[in-house]
């Protein structure tokens, strides 16, 4: 739903690792930046059948953050490792949110994403080295509508994807249906989310698997 425009995992430019193998020198590694996950969209499997969408956290919200945690997993032929994660709250937000009996309406959402992003290469299980990289990302003012429904008194379920998506620092990835946890405490509205992601490719002759995973929290305001 939002997909194209809330993207919160993170707009870090694309990190070039470069990193010795067991065997031969790895060529230059374009890896997806961080889950961004900046918010992310995930997979909650529950059941979807007879749903009622209406619900107490029906109302109009301000956007205030997202909290979020990622970590991705490169991985060679040779079983060496490049991990990278990242820890971070959104600043400069805005926007309002509409939950409305099964509907939800986005206004004017914006955010920035400035944090670091920590790199560990391993060989052989041994850490060979460690780097730390800065990354940024401003979600422009962007409006956007979707669904939503409630699976019971703490589970959400987004048919056509949540109020965000990952980036990878050059591309927006489209969102896919999935759910989470929603917690209403007084006027804060908090709504976890996860998101998975295992993909293998191909560089320079070499074969890699990428295990990519974040966890956000979005809090919003009653008004």
């Known amino acids: 739903m939002m997909a194209d425009y809330f993207s919160v995992i993170l707009n870090s430019k694309n990190i070039f690792l470069f990193w010795a ?59 060496n490792n490049v991990v990278t994660t990242s820890d971070y709250t959104t600043i400069n937000n805005g926007g309002t949110v509409v939950f409305n009996n099964g509907s939800l309406t986005a206004t004017g959402l914006t955010y920035t994403v400035d944090a670091q992003a920590k790199t560990i290469y391993y060989e052989d299980g041994q850490i060979l080295d460690s780097s730390s990289y800065p990354f940024t990302f401003t979600l422009p003012s962007s409006n956007s509508v979707g669904q939503y429904k409630i699976i019971s008194s703490d589970s959400i379920y987004f048919p056509q994807g949540g109020l965000t998506a990952p980036v990878d620092g050059s591309n927006s990835y489209q969102g896919t249906a999935g759910g989470g946890q929603y917690k209403l405490s007084g006027k804060i509205l908090t709504i976890t989310q996860q998101y998975l992601k295992d993909s293998t490719f191909t560089d320079s002759g070499d074969t890699y698997n990428m295990k990519q995973s974040a966890i956000a929290s979005i809090i919003l305001e009653k008004q």
């Open 21 to 79: 193998a067991k065997k031969k020198t790895m060529k230059k590694l374009i890896v997806p930046t961080l889950l961004s996950i900046v918010i992310l969209i995930a997979s909650c499997t529950k059941e979807k059948d007879n749903v009622n969408s209406a619900s107490a956290i029906d109302g109009t919200y301000k956007f205030t953050s997202v909290s979020a945690s990622s970590n991705s997993t490169l991985t060679d032929t040779y079983g």
